[in-house]
């Protein structure tokens, strides 16, 4: 996802109601142990304001951090901080 992209939020907030709705799918069907993966971009969990020492700064709006912000927001749950 481009952050200059003006579709990028929908696009994120979207995969972030599908991460729950797996979640309460799967919980409900007794796979409370099952763990839903997804990779985001190297620097995913990152932005120009926490962005580690010694990393190299290239564009990124920290969607990661977006999504389970997103998650915290509407659901009340987070599944990864």
Same mark, same amino acid.
């Given at each position: 996802?481009?952050?200059?992209?003006?579709?990028? /939020?929908?696009? #994120?907030?979207? !995969?972030?109601?599908?991460?729950?709705?797996? #979640? %309460?799918?799967?919980?409900? #069907?007794?796979?409370?142990?099952?763990?839903?993966?997804?990779?985001? #971009?190297?620097?995913?969990?990152? /932005?120009? /304001?926490?962005?580690?020492?010694? !990393?190299?700064?290239?564009?990124?709006?920290?969607?990661?951090?977006?999504?389970?912000?997103?998650?915290? %927001?509407?659901?009340?749950?987070? !599944?990864?901080?």
């Amino acid at each position: 996802m481009d952050a200059k992209d003006p579709d990028s /939020n929908e696009l #994120r907030n979207n !995969f972030a109601d599908m991460v729950v709705a797996l #979640r %309460k799918g799967l919980d409900s #069907r007794g796979h409370k142990d099952k763990t839903i993966g997804y990779t985001t #971009r190297y620097n995913g969990a990152w /932005n120009a /304001n926490n962005i580690p020492s010694g !990393f190299a700064h290239y564009e990124n709006d920290g969607e990661a951090k977006m999504i389970n912000s997103y998650i915290k %927001k509407h659901y009340n749950e987070t !599944f990864a901080d």
